[in-house]
Protein backbone atom coordinates (compact mmCIF):
# COMPACT_ATOMS: atom_id res chain seq x y z
CA UNK A 1 0.00 0.00 0.00
CA UNK A 2 1.58 3.54 -1.19
CA UNK A 3 1.66 6.26 1.83
CA UNK A 4 2.92 9.46 1.68
CA UNK A 5 2.42 11.31 4.74
CA UNK A 6 3.20 14.92 5.46
CA UNK A 7 3.76 16.39 8.85
CA UNK A 8 5.43 19.49 10.64
CA UNK A 9 2.72 22.00 8.95
CA UNK A 10 1.51 24.21 11.82
CA UNK A 11 1.22 27.80 12.45
CA UNK A 12 4.42 30.03 12.77
CA UNK A 13 4.42 34.04 12.61
CA UNK A 14 5.57 36.03 9.74
CA UNK A 15 9.55 35.43 9.03
CA UNK A 16 9.83 32.41 11.20
CA UNK A 17 10.58 28.92 9.88
CA UNK A 18 9.02 25.42 9.35
CA UNK A 19 10.28 22.46 8.00
CA UNK A 20 8.08 19.73 6.42
CA UNK A 21 8.41 16.17 6.15
CA UNK A 22 6.94 13.30 3.91
CA UNK A 23 7.53 9.81 4.65
CA UNK A 24 6.73 7.24 2.32
CA UNK A 25 6.18 3.81 1.96
CA UNK A 26 4.71 1.06 -0.73
CA UNK A 27 6.85 1.95 -3.56
CA UNK A 28 10.46 2.18 -5.21
CA UNK A 29 11.38 5.76 -3.87
CA UNK A 30 15.04 6.02 -5.08
CA UNK A 31 13.19 5.84 -8.92
CA UNK A 32 10.65 8.75 -8.01
CA UNK A 33 10.68 12.15 -8.51
CA UNK A 34 9.39 14.38 -5.97
CA UNK A 35 7.45 17.32 -5.55
CA UNK A 36 5.95 19.71 -3.16
CA UNK A 37 2.59 21.24 -4.29
CA UNK A 38 0.32 23.76 -1.76
CA UNK A 39 -3.27 25.02 -2.43
CA UNK A 40 -4.27 28.08 -0.88
CA UNK A 41 -8.44 28.29 0.02
CA UNK A 42 -9.89 29.68 -3.22
CA UNK A 43 -7.17 28.94 -5.24
CA UNK A 44 -5.82 26.25 -7.76
CA UNK A 45 -2.82 23.89 -6.71
CA UNK A 46 0.49 25.12 -7.47
CA UNK A 47 3.61 23.64 -7.68
CA UNK A 48 6.41 25.00 -5.32
CA UNK A 49 9.23 22.41 -5.81
CA UNK A 50 10.96 19.46 -7.13
CA UNK A 51 13.49 17.41 -6.78
CA UNK A 52 14.66 14.46 -9.15
CA UNK A 53 14.95 10.75 -7.97
CA UNK A 54 18.62 11.00 -7.39
CA UNK A 55 18.46 14.07 -5.82
CA UNK A 56 20.65 15.49 -7.96
CA UNK A 57 18.38 18.37 -9.34
CA UNK A 58 15.75 20.71 -7.82
CA UNK A 59 13.66 23.69 -9.39
CA UNK A 60 11.62 26.11 -7.56
CA UNK A 61 8.60 28.08 -8.01
CA UNK A 62 9.87 32.15 -8.39
CA UNK A 63 7.87 32.95 -5.03
CA UNK A 64 10.01 30.51 -3.31
CA UNK A 65 13.27 30.71 -4.47
CA UNK A 66 16.00 31.52 -2.19
CA UNK A 67 13.03 30.77 1.26
CA UNK A 68 11.75 27.50 0.46
CA UNK A 69 14.48 24.17 0.24
CA UNK A 70 13.46 20.88 -0.93
CA UNK A 71 15.58 17.97 -0.13
CA UNK A 72 15.26 13.98 -0.03
CA UNK A 73 16.90 11.31 2.20
CA UNK A 74 16.78 7.95 -0.05
CA UNK A 75 18.03 5.56 3.28
CA UNK A 76 14.91 7.30 5.31
CA UNK A 77 12.38 7.63 1.83
CA UNK A 78 11.60 10.82 2.91
CA UNK A 79 11.30 14.09 1.11
CA UNK A 80 11.55 17.58 2.98
CA UNK A 81 10.64 21.37 2.26
CA UNK A 82 12.25 23.75 4.69
CA UNK A 83 10.93 26.71 4.37
CA UNK A 84 12.55 30.03 5.61
CA UNK A 85 10.92 33.83 6.00
CA UNK A 86 7.29 32.66 5.62
CA UNK A 87 4.79 35.04 4.57
CA UNK A 88 1.33 35.25 5.34
CA UNK A 89 0.76 34.44 1.84
CA UNK A 90 2.37 31.23 2.06
CA UNK A 91 -0.47 30.14 4.07
CA UNK A 92 -1.79 27.30 1.90
CA UNK A 93 -2.25 23.41 2.88
CA UNK A 94 0.99 21.74 1.77
CA UNK A 95 1.21 18.41 -0.27
CA UNK A 96 3.70 15.82 -1.05
CA UNK A 97 3.97 14.22 -4.55
CA UNK A 98 5.52 11.24 -6.40
CA UNK A 99 5.94 10.84 -10.04
CA UNK A 100 7.86 7.47 -10.94
CA UNK A 101 7.68 4.78 -13.38
CA UNK A 102 6.70 0.88 -12.28
CA UNK A 103 7.00 -1.66 -14.84
CA UNK A 104 6.91 1.28 -17.43
CA UNK A 105 3.93 2.46 -16.01
CA UNK A 106 3.94 6.04 -15.26
CA UNK A 107 2.72 6.35 -11.55
CA UNK A 108 1.53 8.94 -9.47
CA UNK A 109 0.64 9.70 -5.95
CA UNK A 110 -0.34 12.56 -3.35
CA UNK A 111 -0.08 12.89 0.24
CA UNK A 112 -2.87 13.99 2.10
CA UNK A 113 -1.83 17.42 3.04
CA UNK A 114 -0.95 19.11 6.04
CA UNK A 115 -1.56 22.93 6.65
CA UNK A 116 0.66 25.71 7.07
CA UNK A 117 -0.28 28.92 8.51
CA UNK A 118 1.50 32.29 8.78
CA UNK A 119 0.14 34.64 10.71
CA UNK A 120 0.77 37.15 13.92
Known amino acids: QVQLVESGGGLVQPGGSLRLSCATS????????MRWYRQAPGKERELIAG????????NYADFVQGRFTISRDIVKKAVYLQMNSLKPDDTAVYYCYARGAEQFLTKEYWGQGTQVTVSS
Open 51 to 58: ITSTGVST
Open 26 to 33: GFTFSRYA
